[in-house]
């Protein structure tokens, strides 16, 4: 059982590091789709309102939660199916 922990905890690494780089693909396009623009509000964009920040924020947090869920659930699945333990 540890060791079936041990083989699987790189996979969460490259799980995660892998999500946070595709949750930000998906949010800069959503982003342009939604506000019609090319660059995502920043925290210290003067320029910007704190609603449109706050807003921007939201969504890119929603979306790397939503797609680290699908990554590792999926993952977890697989090594299930593989090797007939839940992983974790």
Do not use: C
Request: no cysteine.
């Amino acid at each position: 059982m540890q060791m079936d922990q041990a083989l699987y905890k790189p996979f969460t690494i490259v799980v995660t590091l892998t999500s946070g780089m595709l949750a930000g693909a998906v949010f800069r396009q959503v982003w342009k789709l939604a506000a019609r623009e090319d660059d995502a509000p920043d925290a210290t964009d003067e320029e910007r309102a704190w609603t449109e920040i706050l807003v921007a924020s939201a969504l890119q947090g929603a979306l790397l939660g939503l797609t680290r869920a699908v990554l590792n659930r999926g993952g977890a699945k697989g090594v299930h199916k593989l090797t007939g333990t839940w992983p974790g």
